[in-house]
């Protein structure tokens, strides 16, 4: 061993969590979560009815930003109200269930971007989350999924968005590795939704012009696509102003494309011009300004840069401060837990807490629904491996975080009529044809490695002919018809529909499998105090209690058609012989229960013991005991029955001891409490040494194995197994000597 | 005058104010065969009724955005993504800008036209005009 150091440190410096640095907070680059010592005092002046000064700056020191949030995110008669209220009755607010939401975002209309962060900041974690639950716009939480691979395969494309529809997400967004392929993408994950849930959005995270081109032909229904920062140099360098981008919202709702913006901490001090301000304060200049600039949402929550965030102290605690401004701020919020926060699972699940306890508008901006080889959006915090600990996570809190259970082969006849229909429009518009062989993988493949490579020179020519012949939702929805999938095929005409009527550019809105936009105009969160707003019960807590994968208890233990092993002789008497070994087993034992936890059959398990015994030269006798179930007394039992004063304690889910006459019930010789390692030759093991105890011998106890996870991957059938056992206890009951029924009788 | 609690969704309990860019009634649109492309869009008119609806939700500054989109509805994707690119930073001087102010004036616009306007005036103290 090396001679200075801690093996132990060496070795957690080999384990996930240290691959990430962690660093102390550096304010002068904005490497500081929150109370940033450059970020302004707050500050709110009202003349005349507008704003003069936002922050400690003058009108004629502001710069782009500062404008527009003092001329268009402010409201002068909100100020006044919120300009009596402290920071800290304004927290108190926060999280008071008497206070309406309303109240708090008409409040916060009043506030600079500085008291806005510095409010949040005076929350501790947990008053965090009730203030997220509480000021959540819709009132329902959802979630969005993330659909791509690499391989841009459209009959995977199609597979995949149809089980991400069928899992109960509200949107699905796709990218391209090659823009070229977005119509293609953009078609497929269209295709491919509304096979599994009619009313989920799309969108395709391309570049703006292309994205309007896929709106304008009715290929996508939203876009979160619009980042804003919060200095104004990282704005402009990333060739936006306050006006472009609100301007190009504008153009989108035009479409009927519903959009939200992206914000996110972190991001100013990773492009270097942070102007030495906390992640908090620019955030809260983000969101000032992506309400003004009349957006219905933002996805944020440091988003990409998360763990730059969480190298920081505090950052994750600033990273929910933000999903709570973006909610107080009226805005939607998909927050965040798409980019990988950390190596480590225990961290970024903790961090996940903050926003799936409390529930957002969705929990994820894009939950990775396949396998993360196949994540174009670098990778996926949360994949398809992880689908049943999301499934599980919610069942254990009784938490709606918006991904439902579904059995397999409901999955894969969603999978494969979704393939199958992208296949079909395809071959209508004269795409390079999507074979059966690659339907049939699609359908159960792992990722698209499992797939044949496609002729990718001529998928993007018809790519490109889906631009320039403009064809449409529409165009797809009538091939679908013609090609007998009529039920996708008035799917999608409904979504073309919605965009004629425009209800779900209205604030958290998401769209029903019947078609009806569910949105915070219609839906909104009025959360006062237990026992109002969203919860999870009735029939949808029933459904996201059933797993796929939990079983039914009253199987277990007993299989079907066991037959008994013993037959019950006469009442036990005392034995005489002094090599007389007693194995006594429990009530159920090779009866009402006939095998072991581990699966050993009871007439196995009996007979290693009875041939220990023998081989070491007792003679055994079976007792069962008929007054308790707890291997404690069916041992002391058997052994104020042994001639020799020494018995073997046998319960039927296995778990054994030696015991002898003369101890008190609670003591042993030797106790086997790991039923789950047990096997027969430790069970062989047991009958020659109780044996060897009998006869006066010395005496080597057997070995145990130790496993630590015994008790976790099996307590719920120890406590079956020994339910069914104690069922079978007769308080009254004397001994029974038995005889082992021979095999095959 | 719309009722946001009363009338919302309007697809599904105002379908009787909603009409495809060619008229159609809402309810009419049907996968058929006479149903065109151009008929599924919402209209300049929806478009103010959901401006009406954010303003009844109490979301003035969404009700802005949406007034402005009702505007740009009927204007061509190719002037939109042109003013849009010109409202970019350094991409155009005050007298362009101006342009465009009129321009969209001219298209029906007089929301859009006050916002680039309002754009010029504070990319001017900005620097962030073209020269």
Not at chain 1, 169 to 175: D, G, K, L, Q, R
Not at chain 1, 674 to 700: C, D, F, H, K, W
């Amino acid at each position: 061993m090396p001679s200075e150091r801690s093996a132990r440190f060496e070795h957690r410096e080999e384990l996930e969590l240290r691959r990430e640095l962690l660093i102390e907070p550096l304010p002068e680059l904005g490497l500081v979560a929150m109370d940033g010592p450059n970020d302004p005092a707050p500050s709110l002046v009202v003349e005349d009815g507008r704003v003069v000064e936002l922050d400690g700056r003058r009108e004629q020191d502001w710069d782009a930003l500062d404008w527009f949030v003092a001329r268009y995110g402010i409201d002068p008669e909100a100020a006044a109200e919120a300009s009596a209220l402290s920071d800290d009755e304004l927290a108190r607010m926060l999280v008071d269930v008497d206070v309406p939401r309303e109240r708090l975002v008409r409040l916060s209309r009043g506030l600079s971007p500085a008291r806005l962060a510095r409010v949040v900041g005076l929350l501790d974690p947990v008053e965090l989350m009730f203030a997220l639950k509480k000021l959540r716009a819709r009132r329902a939480p959802a979630n969005q999924a993330h659909v791509t691979n690499l391989k841009e395969n459209p009959a995977l494309l199609a597979a995949d968005a149809a089980e991400a529809a069928a899992r109960g997400f509200a949107e699905i967004e796709t990218t391209v590795g090659v823009s070229r392929y977005a119509p293609l993408n953009a078609l497929a994950i269209l295709i491919g939704s509304q096979t599994g849930r009619p009313g989920v959005l799309t969108q395709c995270a391309v570049e703006e012009r292309l994205n309007l081109r896929l709106a304008y032909q009715g290929l996508v229904t939203y876009a979160e696509t619009l980042s804003v920062y919060g200095t104004e140099t990282v704005f402009v360098d990333g060739d936006d102003t306050p006006w472009s981008k609100a301007f190009l919202a504008s153009a989108y709702a035009s479409r009927g494309v519903k959009v939200r913006f992206t914000s996110g901490g972190g991001s100013e001090a990773l492009m270097g011009e942070s102007e030495g301000k906390s992640m908090l304060y620019l955030e809260a200049r983000c969101l000032s300004l992506v309400r003004a600039a009349g957006s219905q949402g933002v996805q944020n929550g440091s988003i990409s840069c998360v763990a730059l965030v969480l190298s920081v102290p505090g950052g994750t605690r600033e990273i929910l401060a933000e999903n709570v401004l973006a909610a107080w701020l009226d805005l939607e919020v998909a927050s965040g837990n798409d980019a990988i926060a950390s190596h480590s699972q225990i961290r970024k699940t903790a961090k996940l807490m903050g926003q799936f306890l409390p529930g957002t508008d969705f929990v994820t901006s894009g939950y990775s629904l396949m396998p993360r080889y196949d994540n174009m959006f670098g990778g996926g915090n949360y994949d398809a491996d992880d689908l049943e600990e999301w499934l599980t996570i919610q069942r254990d809190w009784q938490v709606d975080a918006g991904i439902e259970p579904v059995d397999e082969p409901t999955l894969l006849a969603v999978r494969e009529r979704a393939a199958r229909a992208a296949q079909a429009v395809w071959e209508a518009f004269g795409f390079p044809p999507i074979t059966d062989e690659e339907v049939e993988l699609a359908v159960r493949c792992q990722d698209s490695r499992d797939l044949p490579d496609r002729d990718r020179a001529a998928d993007v020519l018809a790519a490109d002919r889906m631009l320039a012949e403009q064809l449409s939702g529409l165009d797809v929805a009538r091939a679908l018809a013609d090609r007998g999938f009529g039920d996708v095929a008035e799917a999608i005409f409904a979504m073309q529909k919605q965009r004629v009527a425009a209800d779900y550019l209205q604030t958290s809105a998401i769209v029903g499998p019947d078609g009806v936009v569910v949105s915070a105009v219609n839906d909104p969160n009025r959360y006062a105090g237990p026992g109002t707003g969203y919860a999870l019960e009735g029939e949808r807590w029933q459904r996201l209690q059933r797993l796929p994968y939990t079983v039914d208890a009253r199987l277990l233990g007993a299989p079907e058609g066991a037959t008994k092993v013993v037959e019950e002789l006469h009442v036990s008497n005392m034995g005489n012989e002094p090599d007389e070994v007693v194995v006594a087993v429990g009530p159920a034992f090779g009866d009402a229960l006939t095998e072991t936890i581990n699966g050993l059959p009871h007439d196995a398990v009996l007979a290693a013991i009875l041939d220990g015994i023998r081989e070491e030269g007792g003679t055994p006798r079976v007792v069962r005991i008929r007054r308790s179930s707890d291997v404690a007394f069916i041992g002391h039992d058997g052994a104020l029955l042994s001639g020799s004063g020494v018995a073997v304690g046998l319960q039927s889910k296995g778990t054994a001891l030696i015991h002898r006459a003369d101890l008190q019930p609670l003591d042993n010789l030797e106790l086997f409490g790991m039923a789950p390692s047990l096997t027969l030759e430790s069970y062989r093991q047991i009958g020659r040494n109780a044996a060897g105890y009998a006869l006066g011998r010395a005496v080597a106890p057997v070995p145990t194995v130790l496993d630590n996870y015994a008790r976790a991957k099996l307590i719920v059938r120890t406590t079956l197994l020994h339910a069914r056992e104690t069922a079978e206890v007769d308080r009254l009951a004397p001994p029974v000597d038995l005889a082992p029924v021979a095999v095959g009788v | 005058m719309l009722d946001a609690n009363r009338d919302y969704p309007l697809g599904t309990r105002r379908p009787d104010l909603l009409s495809s860019p060619t008229g159609r009634p809402f309810q009419e649109l049907a996968l058929g065969d006479d149903v065109d492309r151009a008929d599924l869009r919402a209209t300049p008119e929806t478009l103010r009724l959901q401006a009406e609806v954010a303003r009844g939700a109490s979301r003035p500054q969404l009700a802005d955005n949406l007034v402005r989109a009702a505007e740009l509805a009927s204007i061509p994707d190719d002037t939109i993504l042109e003013i849009y690119t010109a409202l970019r930073p350094r991409r155009s001087t005050a007298a362009e800008l101006e342009a465009w102010a009129t321009r969209l004036e001219e298209l029906g616009a007089p929301s859009n036209a006050a916002f680039v306007r309002e754009a010029a005036a504070v990319y001017a103290e900005r620097g962030i005009l073209a020269v």
